[in-house]
């Protein structure tokens, strides 16, 4: 079992996407990622233009919200970046982000109780499964115990969406849920929320978090600076949990690249 990397990428341009993709492509990501917001491109198309200029990278939103799309919509677009993407697409799907409600009003798309949303999810991932040749890895994006032992019956991988001050005592928490209801051998991702002293915009800016204030709350996903230490941490958390996929924000990349490299060796 070894380890993975998925890049969290946004387009800015054409030119700048395809050189974007290609680069994270030659540096050694397996996947790119792209958020499904309405304040960001939609994940489809982009995708779909990411798999143009690739060969080997992986394709997946991260995450898909189920409840702005219609599970005929969803399926018809899976089904074309399937297809041009010659079955390297993921499906990375969720309930909804909290504050995706203002999203699917915008969209026309009810929201919904959270057992609604939760029941659209998993009507999503059957009609996915059951329209798509090869059908595609299902990554389901998970926090609270019920969508834990929800995705735990169904997923192919789970995205531990945990807050970003969550502790490796939170995460192992969410891992025992999932396998105290399932006896599959479910793997598990989680993403990076800071390396040594740099966060992401959307954490320090927008959430008003710091790298001094994550270490004091023992974050898991702050990663040591030091290459190595941040080597052996992880893939201690691949052993004791089954965590063997890491996500980067684009953000970070280039603070990654050492790590990136001690993993290639």
């Known amino acids: 079992m070894s380890m993975n990397f998925g890049v969290i990428l946004t387009p800015r341009s054409g030119t700048e996407w395809a050189a974007a993709v290609q680069g994270a492509e030659q540096q050694g990501y397996r996947t790119i990622l792209m958020p499904d917001t309405l304040g960001t491109p939609s994940p489809f198309p982009s995708l779909a233009a990411a798999a143009a200029v690739t060969t080997t990278v992986r394709l997946r939103p991260n995450v898909l919200a189920a409840p702005l799309r219609t599970v005929a919509v969803t399926v018809r677009e899976a089904a074309a970046l399937q297809l041009l993407s010659d079955g390297r697409f993921e499906l990375g799907i969720g309930s909804g982000r909290p504050d995706a409600r203002?999203?699917?009003?915008?969209?026309?798309?009810?929201w919904g109780s959270v057992g609604q949303r939760r029941d659209l999810l998993v009507a999503?991932?059957?009609a996915i499964r059951e329209?798509?040749?090869p059908a595609p890895l299902v990554v389901v994006a998970a926090n609270g115990p019920r969508m834990?032992?929800?995705?735990?019956?169904?997923?192919?991988?789970?995205?531990?969406?945990?807050r970003p001050q969550a502790t490796e005592g939170e995460l192992a928490e969410m891992v025992r849920i999932v396998r105290?209801?399932?006896?599959r051998d479910i793997r598990f991702t989680h993403q990076v929320v800071g390396i040594?002293?740099?966060?992401?915009?959307?954490t320090s800016a927008r959430l008003g978090l710091t790298a001094d204030g994550l270490r004091d709350e023992g974050a898991a996903g702050l990663l040591d600076s030091d290459p190595a230490a941040a080597?052996?941490?992880?893939e201690s958390r691949r052993e004791k949990y089954g965590?063997?996929?890491?996500?980067?924000?684009?953000e970070l990349a280039p603070a990654f690249a050492p790590l990136l490299a001690g993993f290639a060796r």
Not at 148 to 162: M, N, Q, S, W
Not at 196 to 202: A, E, H, I, K, R
Not at 231 to 234: A, D, P
Request: charged share 25%; glycine share 6%.
């Open 102 to 110: 203002s999203e699917a009003e915008r969209l026309g798309m009810p």
């Open 124 to 126: 999503t991932v059957a």
């Open 131 to 133: 329209n798509l040749d």
């Open 148 to 162: 834990l032992a929800c995705a735990a019956e169904f997923a192919d991988r789970i995205l531990l969406a945990a």
């Open 180 to 183: 105290d209801n399932t006896d």
């Open 196 to 202: 040594g002293d740099q966060l992401p915009y959307w």
């Open 231 to 234: 080597v052996e941490i992880l």
């Open 243 to 250: 965590i063997d996929e890491l996500i980067i924000p684009g």
